[in-house]
């Protein structure tokens, strides 16, 4: 997923006024259930607007203002829009640094980020609805299963092999950082 952060128009920033924080968000989306966890991890107060996936809401023209990829999680912090979950910790991380999300050692960090694009580059996009969508128009609903397990399969062995001599008590050691989202 492409991140994208735009302004929103001026009626929906007046709306969020106060910079008070609003997440589109859908129940089940691994992407957005990071965001989730990184915002109560560091203690932040939001509003939660459902955006149903399989009702189809993220292709309703309102929600595209927002994302015109039309995908979940979003974040509003008055008028700045992010979306992408990666975009959006990093720029929770920068704009609210209490409970870090990521640790000060630059070596840690690095492993925190890769253990972040394996899951956010290699595993969850190549599961998403859309492909999913695809895989069973295009070859069969039969085979949807077996690409998740196959997907999710090498993507959880390269975590595995990454993380293997950095682990403690979570992914990357024993405080919660990004690789553990």
């Avoid at 997923?1 to 007046?14: L, P, R, T």
């Avoid at 996936?53 to 509003?76: C, D, I, M, T, Y």
């Avoid at 070859?139 to 001599?165: M, N």
Wanted: hydrophobic share 40%; with cysteine; aromatic share 10%.
């Amino acid at each position: 997923m492409a991140s994208a952060s735009v302004v929103v128009g001026e009626a929906e920033a007046h709306s969020h006024s106060h910079n008070k924080l609003t997440l589109y968000s859908y129940w089940k989306s691994s992407c957005s259930f990071r965001v989730r966890i990184a915002l109560n991890f560091k203690g932040l107060k939001y509003d939660y607007k459902p955006v149903n996936l399989l009702k189809g809401e993220q292709s309703h023209p309102e929600f595209l203002q927002l994302n015109p990829v039309g995908f979940v999680p979003v974040l509003v912090d008055g008028p700045v829009v992010i979306s992408d979950s990666f975009a959006i910790l990093m720029y929770l991380e920068d704009k609210y640094p209490q409970q870090p999300l990521l640790p000060t050692d630059i070596h840690k960090r690095a492993i925190n980020f890769q253990a972040v694009s394996i899951v956010s580059s290699s595993i969850q996009p190549l599961h998403n609805l859309n492909l999913l969508k695809y895989i069973e128009g295009k070859v069969g609903p039969d085979e949807k299963l077996p690409w998740v397990q196959s997907v999710i399969r090498k993507g959880f062995t390269a975590l595995e092999k990454l993380l293997k001599e950095h682990t403690g008590r979570y992914a990357t050691g024993d405080e919660v950082f990004m690789g553990y989202l």
